[in-house]
T-cell receptor, first 117, second 115 residues
Framework: AQKVTQAQTEISVVEKEDVTLDCVYETRDTTYYLFWYKQPPSGELVFLIRRNSFDEQNEISGRYSWNFQKSTSSFNFTITASQVVDSAVYFCALSPNSGGSNYKLTFGKGTLLTVNP | KAGVTQTPRYLIKTRGQQVTLSCSPISGHRSVSWYQQTPGQGLQFLFEYFSETQRNKGNFPGRFSGRQFSNSRSEMNVSTLELGDSALYLC??????????????FGPGTRLTVL
């Protein structure tokens, strides 16, 4: 069985602060994908990143960065210099790389990030 | 390029009724997945269709069913509605769902309220 835990239910920061969203996962699969999605108030999930379990390199995209550590089964997401527009619910998700599809996602409960001006 | 569209956006039904939700994937996408989002259970995978065949299924009762048409449009049906079926139903599409380059795009969802 797969499980994703996002221990932080809500985080509130002031604009320009850095913030890290934690994600811990459990899986018995040897290969899998990890994802982060953003869900703004409009409700539509926005894809942020996909990481293959074989690729433990950290990734940076603008103000966003991701730290994947297989040894601790964690895939944390950091927003640098947060902005009000970053306010949203962020979901971490896991999918097995099997069964003919990469997209049988198990989601965490989400972290509500509020960035105050 | 048009995104994933879902109709209707809002729906109110009463217990015991049935409902059909529709999803039109991005043009060229053949994989369509459905998810249920509730405050209590969060986001849960319902099923995935590819080339008119159900390829993956989550842990939902048989009241939840779906299908995919030859043009990749998909419908999901919930029969004998229960109060607990009130949720945001999200549809997502991807090219094939099997390529490492594939990205899955979500629609805006259908908000179902069961009274």
């Amino acid at each position: 069985a797969q499980k994703v835990t996002q221990a932080q239910t809500e985080i509130s920061v002031v604009e320009k602060e850095d913030v890290t969203l934690d994600c811990v996962y459990e899986t018995r699969d040897t290969t899998y994908y990890l994802f982060w999605y953003k869900q703004p108030p409009s409700g539509e999930l926005v894809f942020l990143i996909r990481r293959n379990s074989f690729d433990e390199q950290n990734e940076i995209s603008g103000r966003y960065s991701w730290n994947f550590q297989k040894s601790t089964s964690s895939f944390n997401f950091t927003i640098t210099a947060s902005q009000v527009v970053d306010s949203a619910v962020y979901f971490c998700a896991l999918s097995p790389n099997s069964g003919g599809s990469n997209y049988k996602l198990t989601f965490g409960k989400g972290t509500l990030l509020t960035v105050n001006p | 390029k048009a995104g994933v569209t879902q109709t209707p956006r809002y729906l109110i039904k009463t217990r015991g009724q049935q409902v059909t939700l529709s999803c039109s994937p991005i043009s060229g996408h053949r994989s369509v997945s459905w998810y249920q989002q509730t405050p209590g259970q969060g986001l849960q995978f319902l099923f995935e269709y590819f080339s008119e065949t159900q390829r993956n299924k989550g842990n939902f009762p048989g009241r939840f069913s779906g299908r995919q048409f030859s043009n990749s449009r998909s419908e999901m049906n919930v029969s004998t509605l229960e109060l607990g079926d009130s949720a945001l139903y999200l549809c997502a599409s991807s090219t094939s769902g099997t390529s490492v380059l594939d990205e899955q795009f979500f629609g805006p969802g259908t908000r179902l309220t069961v009274l």
